[in-house]
């Protein structure tokens, strides 16, 4: 394990910009002559409205029918969407975002009552040190699982800002709520019976939070905030402030993920890839940096539940399109071994 990186995530990234100091080397991702300076097309996400996949709204069949098919094609290329009217009210959102940057702006000692150890996953610092050859994140976190609730570790939820743990509970609630009607509609937009992608989840599918907060950086054009990857979930829920910075790869280009205040979205992992036996890709995403301006945003980790198998759905194994993957069970621990190395572990479910 490089010491080194070891030395660096002891502090967090916070500390460094506060006391003016320029990215140390184990941050820069790429040459100075590499250098990426230019912007990012804006990615054209499709919308989706989840309020017409809802049985207790009044639409047509077609309404309905063209919306599954707005939602397929989406997962199909960009391996993402954008959901609107999924029933969390805004002012809710914003309250939830608040909260978020209040509990970053809390003086160091504070923060730390809910720190973690460097190879330790939950809590607050940064992520566990990659391995040697591998640059770190501009980036400080806060890792908790909130579902199910007896795997919770609530001494490390914050007890201030005072309203996070209440926050926190009934965004994880809305969540559930989210994933029931997200895991419906993709199966249905497959022509699949409505619930067969939430009994591979499972009943104990785990929900976990990750508050990110990228302070601002001197270097944008050599420093990441988040490396390259693609999530090891079945799929993650996003919550962005109104600050760009998460891209998505598609074609070998960087695209930009636009912000839309009342939205969130979603984004395949590779389980979901797995579970449609490739029809659904899992992108490939990262954040960059910004010179003045600092971003947060909250991603939960949607995923089946521990030690069961999850495996290409029935009706989308025939002969004419047979099993890309085979049946896996805890992938997101292979996926997080690759994830410290810089790489991609969905070739291990491949046939
Ligand atoms: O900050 C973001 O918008 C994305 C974060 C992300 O990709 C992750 O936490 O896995
Ligand atoms: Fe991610």
């Given at each position: 394990m490089a010491s080194l990186a070891n030395v660096l995530l002891s502090r967090r990234v916070q500390e460094m910009v506060i006391n003016g100091e320029e990215p140390e080397s184990?941050?820069?991702?790429?040459?100075e002559n590499e250098a990426q300076n230019v912007p990012s097309p804006l990615a054209p996400i499709p919308i989706i409205d989840l309020n017409l996949f809802s049985s207790s709204t009044t639409k047509t069949e077609e309404e309905e029918e063209e919306e599954l098919q707005k939602l397929k094609s989406a997962l199909c290329s960009w391996g993402c969407f954008q959901a609107i009217n999924?029933?969390?009210p805004s002012c809710f959102l914003d309250e939830f975002r608040q909260v978020t940057r209040e509990f970053f702006q809390l003086p160091m000692e504070e923060k730390n009552k809910y720190c973690k150890g460097?190879?330790?996953?939950?809590?607050?610092?940064?992520?566990p040190s990659p391995e040697e050859g591998q640059f770190l994140d501009w980036q400080d976190r806060l890792f908790l699982?909130?579902?199910?609730?007896?795997?919770?570790?609530?001494?490390?939820?914050?007890?201030?800002?005072?309203?996070f743990r209440e926050d926190l509970e009934s965004y994880t609630c809305k969540m559930r709520i989210v994933t029931e009607i997200v895991s419906k509609s993709m199966a249905k937009s497959l022509q699949l019976e409505e619930h067969c992608f939430l009994n591979q989840f499972g009943e104990r599918a785990a929900m976990q939070a990750r508050f990110n907060y990228y302070p601002c950086c001197q270097r944008p054009d050599i420093v990441l905030g988040l490396k390259p990857h693609a999530d090891g979930t079945g799929y993650t829920i996003i919550l962005q402030d109104e600050v760009e910075g998460l891209q998505i790869l598609r074609n070998q280009q960087w695209f930009t993920v636009p912000t839309l205040p009342n939205a969130l979205l979603i984004l395949m992992g590779d389980q979901m890839e797995i579970m449609t036996n490739g029809i659904f890709k899992s992108p490939v995403h990262r954040v960059v940096t910004d010179r003045e301006k600092e971003r947060t945003s909250i991603a939960v980790f949607y995923t089946p539940e521990k030690h069961k198998e999850i495996g290409p759905?029935?009706?989308?194994?025939?002969?004419?399109?047979?099993?890309v993957f085979k049946k896996v069970k805890d992938y997101e621990i292979t996926h997080w071994e690759y994830y410290q190395r810089g790489m991609r572990a969905l070739h291990i479910a491949h046939v």
């Open positions: 184990l941050y820069i991702c790429r040459d999924h029933g969390i460097i190879e330790e996953v939950e809590g607050y610092g940064g992520d699982t909130v579902y199910p609730h007896d795997l919770r570790d609530t001494k490390i939820w914050p007890q201030n800002p005072k309203s759905v029935d009706g989308l194994v025939h002969e004419e399109r047979p099993a």
